[in-house]
């Protein structure tokens, strides 16, 4: 009886990695199909034993206040602080403390800095004109037509997996999400939770930023 349990377990685990998997697709596919939707972000939650992983997606204006490639210092400031904080996922997602969650791997990752290959290639093109001969100011305009470009035609994300250890995970009541506080740019993160017993979507805000499981 005791290995048909702990099969079934393995089974269940298995199941919701599986499940977790399928949601993160789907929540790609949004992204990259659907809509890269400022104020909006994502959060895929799966507990797995005593495995808690956590996954965030947000465009880059929630995070930095813009998309296109660092430009001032100041902007590479904020994108490097920015990195800083969402690497800190202990002050991010506050679990049960009878669950006694510890973070043990954090990545956080962006492609906003991605743009200035891109911008350099495009400026590139633009200068050469067809004769080769643009005036100064034909290529100014055509600079200022590609900084346009690049600011509403591009998009740039922040992505972020956390990987935590709960050493009693059935104690694993709630988890409070401090995305909001950190990041004022997040209106709203649309979130997929997956545990051995519940899959559910919900929608966490300012106001109401509590997950229970």
Known sequence: MHRCLKILV??????????FNLLDIQAAEIRHH?????????????????????EF????ANIVGFEHHPRTEAQKSAVMKAMETLKAGEFLFVTSPYAE?????????TDIEDHEAHQSESTHVHDQGESGQDSESEKHDRHEEHHEADEHGHHSDFEAQYHFVCKQPEKLSKMDVMLFGKFPGIEHI???LLTASKQTALKLTAADYKISF
């Open 57 to 60: 997606i947000s465009p880059a």
């Open 190 to 192: 649309e979130v997929q």
């Open 34 to 54: 659907e809509a890269h939707e400022h104020g909006v972000a994502h959060l895929n939650v799966a507990l797995e034993g005593n495995d808690l992983y956590i």
């Open 10 to 19: 393995s089974a269940v685990a298995a199941a919701a990695v599986l499940a």
């Open 101 to 109: 969650c510890s973070l043990v791997a954090a990545t956080v990752n």
